[in-house]
């Protein structure tokens, strides 16, 4: 007789996946190892940083806080995360080792401020010589003696100094550039100064190309106003400039001294007075020295706007290439354009 029972169909359950601790896996934000890679390095979490960040080796975190100290053990390092200053617990050393450790880091601290006052002390006595040696120089050896010897203290430690300050301040004031600016501007005229145009290559600003000519077509009659041609350059296309040098600025100021004396004895020993005729050398120079760098700086600005670049033709390549150029101007004409 069969039964009626229905067998009991049992259903298992299933067993609960094991969470993955993926939040709980550490690794070093320096070295990015984890826990399978060092199993016995220690772990420290030094800030306030939250997720994958927050762990790091303690060995690894101690050379990276040696990189940001340089040297100096009582300085704050912080977490380049979150910005947390980490807490550095240093063991004494003993009273002697900590009073050593004071010394040192007080000697770094002020070695920067020593150094600078050693540097501008150096600087400042040699002034104080140089100005000494232009008195000397320019009153003469014993009036300069007697002055300096008369002076008030506080005036020879003011006033020596200041010589080659002033001799430098001095130099830096370029008169020339201001005469050159007046002679290449469009207001001035050659023809209100015959006499300047005999002594100075100023050219009429008739005359510049860029310009067109003086003399038009009406009979040989000038026209005030010609507007300049299509192929002239516009205005202001030519500008003279002459950078600052420091160190010819340096060695000219120091240097004057030494020429205005050779020059007042050379070609004005007439005077008795040592001091003017030092004071005349050096008037004389700088006037003479000027006359003739206004010359060399006309000359070239003239030259500068009388220049153009032609077309790259084989026969300007010809004609202006210098025979030295060799290999250079025969690949030149071979790529110019034959017309």
Same mark, same amino acid.
């Given at each position: ?91 004494? *050393? ?11 880091? *007080? ?11 050693? &540097? ?27 002055? *300096? ?13 200041? &010589?080659?300050?002033?001799? &430098? ?25 015959? *006499? ?144």
């Amino acid at each position: 007789m069969a039964s009626n029972e229905t067998p009991e169909v049992v259903v298992a359950a299933a067993a609960p996946k094991p969470e993955v601790a993926a939040a709980d896996e550490r690794y070093c934000w320096v070295c990015f190892a984890t826990d399978e890679d060092d199993k016995l390095a220690p772990w420290v979490q030094p800030c306030n940083c939250r997720g994958a960040t927050k762990w790091v080796h303690q060995s690894c975190l101690q050379r990276w806080v040696d990189e940001k100290q340089k040297g100096n053990t009582f300085k704050r390092v912080c977490c380049p995360q979150c910005q947390s200053e980490y807490i550095i617990v240093l063991p004494s *050393m003993g009273t002697l080792a900590n009073v050593l450790e004071g010394i040192d880091t *007080m000697i770094k601290r002020i070695s920067p401020f020593l150094t600078a006052g050693v &540097i501008v002390g150096s600087f400042y006595w040699m002034a104080v010589t140089y100005g000494a040696v232009t008195v000397l120089q320019t009153v003469g050896y014993e009036e300069g003696l007697d002055l *300096m010897e008369r002076a008030e203290p506080i005036v020879l430690l003011i006033g020596l100094p200041a &010589i080659p300050v002033g001799l &430098i301040l001095g130099r830096m004031i370029r008169w020339e550039e201001f005469v050159l600016r007046f002679l290449q501007t469009k207001s001035f005229s050659v023809r209100k100064f015959p *006499m300047l145009n005999l002594l100075l290559p100023i050219a009429s600003l008739e005359d510049d190309p860029a310009y067109g000519s003086s003399s038009g077509g009406n009979g040989g009659e000038s026209s005030p106003q010609q507007p300049p041609p299509t192929n002239g350059l516009p205005p202001g296309t030519v500008v003279s400039s002459d950078p600052v040098s420091a160190t010819r600025v340096l060695c000219g100021a120091l240097l004057l001294p030494t020429v205005s004396s050779v020059v007042g004895r050379v070609f004005f020993d007439s005077i008795q007075n040592n001091f003017q005729r030092v004071l005349v050398g050096g008037f004389a120079f700088v006037a003479i020295k000027g006359a003739l760098k206004i010359y060399y700086r006309q000359k070239q600005y003239n030259r500068k706007k009388q220049r153009r670049i032609l077309d790259f033709t084989p026969e300007n390549i010809r004609k202006y290439t210098t025979a030295s150029s060799g290999p250079q101007q025969q690949r030149a004409e071979q790529n110019a354009p034959r017309v």
